[in-house]
C-alpha cells in the first residue's frame, strides 16, 4: 500500500514537471508621464488586471510604461506608480493605452514619446486613448481619418489641431479601426470593457465587470 502511494506522488510529481506553463505572450502597455490624470490608467489597469488572472485571458500581461527613463510617477491627484518598464526598453505592444494630464503641451512636444506611439501602432493589435491622450494618438498620426473623441468640451480643439480626424461629439467611447478613444475619467472603465469585449468576448467582459461589481453602476445609472 505504501507503495503505491508512493508510486502516485512520483507520479503527480512528473506529471506537474512535464506540464507546461504558459506565460503570458501578449502585452497590454499603459503608458504613464508625471502629471498623468489617475483614473485613466487605475481603469485599466483593474479591468485587465482582473482579467489576466482568469484562464481565458492568462496569455495577456499588464505591463506599465513610463514615458522618461524614471521609472517613478506622480499623478496629478497624487498616486506614486513604480512603472515596469519605460519608453527605452525593447517591448512589443499587442495593445499600447494612453493617459491624460491637465498640462499636454510638453507631452505633445516630445519626439520620442510621439516616435514611440507610432512605432508601437505600426505593430500593435490595439490603440487606445483616455482624455486628452486622445491628442497624443492625433500626433502620431494614429487617428489620421479615424473617428475619435477625447475629454468632454475637448472635440473642437482635438478637430482645429488635427483636421484628418473625425472627431465625434458627445460620445462616451469611440471604437474605429482597431482603436479605441474615450471621454477619460470614470468612462476608462467602460472604454476598458469595451476593448476588453474585442479582445475576448461579451461574455468574459461581463464576467469581469461582475467580479470588479462595475455592473452595479450600471444598474443604478443605466448603460450608458
Known sequence: MNQ???LSIVIGILFFI?????????????????????SDVTAPIEVFGAATKKS????YEVVVISATKKKEVLSEEGLRIIADKTIYDDLSLDVLIVPSAYEMKGFLNNKVLIEYIKKQSESASWMASNCSGAF?????GV???????????GEKGLAKAYPKIK????????????VITSNGGPVSYQAAFALLTKLSSDKFSKEIE?????NRLEHAFGNK
Not at 18 to 38: D, R
Not at 210 to 214: F, M, S
Open 56 to 59: 481565458w485571458f492568462s496569455s
Open 136 to 140: 497624443l494618438l492625433g500626433e502620431a
Open 167 to 178: 472627431v465625434q461629439y458627445d460620445e462616451n467611447v469611440v471604437v474605429d479601426d482597431k
Open 18 to 38: 512535464s506540464t507546461p506553463v504558459h506565460a503570458a505572450s501578449s502585452k497590454i502597455g499603459i503608458l504613464v508621464f508625471e502629471g498623468f490624470l489617475t
Open 143 to 153: 487617428l489620421d481619418g479615424k473617428k475619435a473623441t477625447t475629454w468632454a468640451g
Open 4 to 6: 503505491i502511494k508512493k
Open 210 to 214: 461582475e467580479a470588479i461589481q462595475y
